[in-house]
């Protein structure tokens, strides 16, 4: 797992209110059923949306510019996208609800614990289930299944089933 040192500016701080108070004005009290509207929301913020991708108004984006989602995909109702760097997720992959994509940590080998950030990448036609956890740096690759609560810290091969805490691959899976 690569990490890198991230220096919040003053820039970034300005973005991250900004978008703040768009997303309590206009995202996230929303009727659920208007996914069009906050996709059109988080594309004018820079995130990178595709066609049919459904985004529930309850879900926490820390940084939409650095959030890819393809076609179909899902973010389900209270997903926590803490996206300092980028996360991506596939095709016809959802994340349901409750779960925590973490993109960003604190060094604690150093004393004053810097902010250190690595990317998550969710492959095509992957299921992440409720109240899962995905840490800094982890790929999940393309046909995944990561059951319920389980807490990914490393990364997993295609067309894994993975569960526990911390994760393990618990075998192969093959769809019909």
């Not at 701080?13 to 309590?24: L, N, Q, S």
């Not at 300092?84 to 993109?103: D, E, H, M, P, W």
């Not at 800094?136 to 059951?147: C, F, Q, R, Y």
């Amino acid at each position: 797992m690569k990490f890198e040192n991230f220096n919040e500016n003053l820039i970034y701080k300005y973005k991250r209110y900004v978008w703040f108070i768009i997303w309590i004005l206009f995202f996230r009290f929303s009727p659920f059923f208007l996914y069009g509207w906050r996709n059109f929301i988080l594309k004018i913020f820079g995130a990178q949306i595709g066609k049919n991708v459904h985004i529930y108004p309850s879900c926490k984006i820390y940084s939409p510019w650095n959030l890819i989602m393809l076609d179909n995909s899902t973010l389900g109702r209270d997903v926590d996208c803490y996206s300092y760097a980028k996360i991506k997720i596939g095709r016809n992959s959802t994340v349901s609800q409750r779960s925590f994509l973490c993109a960003a940590s604190r060094n604690y080998k150093k004393k004053n614990r810097p902010i250190i950030v690595a990317e998550i990448e969710i492959g095509d036609n992957c299921w992440v289930a409720a109240e899962s956890f995905i840490a800094p740096g982890v790929k999940i690759a393309n046909d995944s299944v990561v059951l319920a609560r389980s807490v990914l810290t490393k990364s997993f091969e295609p067309g894994s089933l993975i569960a526990g805490h911390p994760a393990k691959k618990i075998k192969s899976i093959k769809f019909d």
